[in-house]
């Protein structure tokens, strides 16, 4: 049964870029949710995708949007980018079922802008 | 989503119990208090979680305060591979966002 996994790992973009990770859910999840966590710091929510729409989210400008399949797969486009978008981008699955789910990350996408 | 406060940074000797603190004072009635902990950058890896009542798995224990103003994470037997920052959260699934603090650097030492 695998986990969460996102893609690319790693990826370096130049200011002004735009970027898409992508991410899939753990099997049977229909909930995701992406996080920044930039170096020395704990995760910053930025959005919860639920029923292909956007629930929840965090403190983040518009340049930060998202986008969920029918699969439930997600995605995060990061448009114009700064270079303060530097960061760990990290996508957890659960299930919406009940308030007090297990929710477990992927390994992240490692986004370096120059 | 409530706020938690973890202490910066803890140190365990090998083999014994690391008791890992979080203040949740603002908590409210159906928020869970959920454990992480992440190496080296790694995604976080989760551990444990409970609502109101004590919880315990092959990982560690949780123990919430009658008040669930607080709770305490217990690693039994502290290895060196449970060096780690370690966080608590406050969190509904339902109502979507979780808010996590700086969390607490757990070294454990031989």
């Known amino acids: 049964d695998a986990g969460v996994t996102q893609s690319p790992t790693h990826l370096i973009k130049t200011r002004g870029q735009q970027v898409t990770l992508r991410c899939s859910p753990k099997?049977?999840?229909?909930?995701v949710s992406w996080y920044q966590q930039a170096l020395g710091q704990g995760p910053q929510f930025i959005f919860q995708?639920?029923?292909?729409?956007?629930?929840q989210r965090g403190n983040f400008p518009d340049r930060f949007s998202g986008h969920q399949y029918p699969n439930y797969s997600s995605e995060l486009n990061v448009n114009a980018l700064l270079l303060g978008d530097s960061a760990l981008y990290l996508c957890a699955s659960s299930l919406q079922r009940s308030s007090g789910n297990t929710i477990y990350f992927g390994e992240g996408s490692w986004l370096t802008v120059v | 989503d409530a706020k938690t406060t973890q202490p910066p940074s803890m140190d365990c000797a090998e083999g014994r119990a690391a008791n890992l603190p979080c203040n949740h004072s603002?908590?409210?009635?159906?928020?869970?208090v959920y454990w992480y902990r992440q190496i080296h950058s790694q995604g976080p890896q989760y551990i444990i979680h409970g609502l109101k009542n004590n919880e315990t798995n092959e990982m560690a224990s949780l123990i919430i305060t009658e008040d669930r103003k607080s709770s305490t994470l217990i690693l039994p037997h502290a290895t060196l591979r449970d060096t780690a920052v370690y966080y608590c959260i406050a969190y509904n699934t339902n109502a979507g966002k979780s808010t996590f603090g700086d969390g607490t650097t757990l070294t454990v030492k031989p």
């Open positions: 995708y639920y029923e292909e729409e956007e629930r």
């Open positions: 099997s049977g999840h229909d909930t």
């Open positions: 603002t908590i409210s009635g159906n928020e869970y």
